[in-house]
Every structure is written in C-alpha cells, then in structure tokens.
C-alpha cells in the first residue's frame, strides 16, 4: 500500500514555503556520521537562499572523516563548520558564520528595510535542530529530545543582536526516505524493535565496506561474518535466550543502542571520497511506510 509523507512533514515543508520571504539565511544542519545521507541538497538548493552546513553530532563522527568532509563542501563553495550541538562553545564558530552570511551584503543586494535578520534551521528529523537552537540561543528555547519528531510546531527564537531562528519539524525527502535502514542507523527514521536484525547487519556492511570493522569488538575475530559475530557477541554480554542459546536478537539491539550513543567510538558511516551508502537504498514504498508508521 502506497502511502504519504507523514503529517507534520508535510506541515514543515508548507511552513518553509510560507516563511521563506521573510527569511535571510538557511542552516543546512547534517549529521556528521552520514553528511550527504542526511542532507537536503536539491530541497535547499531550490529555496534559493544564502545557506550555511552545520555538521551535527561531529563529537560521534570520526575526525578525520568530518576533516574530509568539511573540506568537500568548501571546495563546493559552501561555507560550513562542524558542531557539537549540546556544547555552547562549540556553536560560537557557526554563530559567527550565519551573522557574516546574515549581515553582509551581496554585490548589487539592497539591505532589507527591517532590521533584524531571520535564520531557518532545515534538517532531517532527529538531527539536533532544536539543540542547536537552544546552545545559539544561550538558553532552553525549544524543546529537544532523542526521537524524531519531537518539534510538531513552528516557533521563531530571538537571539541578541538582531537575530531569529526559526525551529522546525525534520525534513524528509523521498531521496532521502529510499535510503531506510542506514537513515534508522543514525535514528533519523525510527527504528521497531524486530527492524534490530536487519539493521546491525546493514551497520556491519557499511563497516565492512568503510574499512571500519575495527570498530566492533569481534567482528574481525569472526572474520567479518554477521551471524558469527552476533552470536559470539551474545555469548560475551552473557545474553542467554531460552535453552541456554545465545539471545541474539538482544545482541543485535544492544549493537544498534551502543552504536548510537557512541559506545564504540566516534565513527563516520559514510566517506567523503568513495560514497557507497547509496548501496544500502530500500524500496520507496517501505522507506515511506516505515517513516509514518511511527509518526
Ligand atoms: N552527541 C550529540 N547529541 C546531539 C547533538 N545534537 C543533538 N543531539 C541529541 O540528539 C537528540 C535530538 O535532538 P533534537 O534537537 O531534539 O533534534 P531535532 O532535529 O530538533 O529533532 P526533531 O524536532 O524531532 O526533528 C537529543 O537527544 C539531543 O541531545 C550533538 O551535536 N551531539
Ligand atoms: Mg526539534
């Protein structure tokens, strides 16, 4: 069955028509584990604004990897900075950024008769918008939490010195969507409990293809073999199911939560020079289902 974007997605793709003439900069937040997985490059592209990339998340990123990437989008002629968007002082540098963006004129472009120049955070869900919001704005502005879809409402947050950010929900495009199980792998998309076994062995492949397999405790060792690694790794985590087997499924799903919050080190899923997470694309129709399923 084919299904539609969900509901507050659509309301934040309205809000970005509705906004946008009023607005004067866009932040293009990406995290930094999966930056062009998780960017919205045609979509802000078409608004036809001065935009900034903010690399979310890059405390979980690898730092060689967020090096070569933010050396990418500059040779593309984008200006961008990596973040961590929890850490005020971390946030200074794209504060700086959007305020040279926001208050400089182009050649030729005539100054705005308002004074005060408006900001629009676009991301996918889930990316730390909101967080960011929050450290720019040097107070708890917006709500945030880890689950996508927690900003369902569209709200402006003024910042000293003449400036307003606009929060908004995640941004999901069907491009984006086809790309299902890694986009669940960086919690973009939610993931369901029985999605655990696919999704460990997608991260497992994306290791393997990155040269990350390192990163596993194992993996090597059950020379890069899925099922052999998740078993001897239930066995390590004491993980017992019924008749004294190893429970792997509570291994897979331990895999995908360590992952996520960093517990094997800061790794970056997808390489600046040799992307292949395009590899990983599911079928429209389910990438679609998944993402509304839990929305
Ligand atoms: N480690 C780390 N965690 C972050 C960072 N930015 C945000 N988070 C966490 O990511 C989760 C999501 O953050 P939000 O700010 O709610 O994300 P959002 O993009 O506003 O999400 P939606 O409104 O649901 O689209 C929260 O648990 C944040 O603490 C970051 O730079 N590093
Ligand atoms: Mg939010």
New binding site residues.
């Given amino acids: 069955m084919k299904r539609e974007i969900p509901g507050h997605i659509r309301k934040a793709f309205k809000s970005v028509d509705q906004y946008l003439p009023v607005v004067d900069v866009i932040v293009e937040l990406v995290d930094a584990r999966m930056p062009n997985g998780s960017r919205l490059k045609d979509f802000v592209k078409r608004l036809g604004k001065t935009s900034v990339i903010a690399l979310?998340?890059?405390?979980?990123a690898d730092e060689g990897e967020t090096r070569r990437w933010l050396a990418r989008f500059k040779n593309e002629g984008q200006a961008c900075v990596a973040?961590?968007?929890?850490n005020r002082s971390s946030v200074r540098n794209l504060s700086e950024m959007i305020r040279n963006a926001a208050f400089t004129l182009k050649p030729g472009q005539k100054a705005p008769l308002r004074k005060v120049r408006r900001v629009m955070i676009i991301?996918v869900?889930?990316?730390?918008?909101?967080?960011?919001i929050n450290s720019l704005a040097g107070r708890s502005a917006a709500r945030?939490?880890?689950?996508?879809?927690?900003?369902r409402s569209i709200q402006w947050i003024k910042l000293p010195g003449e400036l307003e950010l606009l929060d908004l929900?995640?941004i999901l495009d069907f491009a984006l969507l086809r790309r299902g199980d890694i986009l669940k792998l960086i919690n973009t998309i939610p993931g369901r409990d029985t999605d655990t076994w696919s999704q460990s062995k997608t991260l497992c492949e994306i290791l393997t293809f990155s040269g990350n397999q390192r990163v596993l405790p194992g993996y090597i060792e059950a020379d890069c073999n899925f099922e052999r690694f998740i078993a001897d790794y239930a066995r390590r985590m004491n993980f017992v199911a019924r008749g004294n087997e190893p429970d792997i499924e509570r291994a897979a799903t331990d895999i995908i939560k360590r992952f996520q919050s960093?517990g094997f080190g800061r790794v970056t899923l997808e390489q600046a020079e040799h992307d292949f997470t395009g590899l990983f694309a599911e079928t429209h129709d389910s990438a679609v289902e998944n993402a509304d399923d839990e929305n």
């Avoid at 979310?56 to 979980?60: T, V």
């Avoid at 973040?83 to 929890?86: F, L, Q």
């Fill in positions: 979310a998340k890059s405390d979980l973040v961590d968007c929890r991301g869900p889930n990316v730390g918008k909101s967080t960011l945030a939490a880890n689950m996508p879809g927690v900003t929900p995640g960093g």
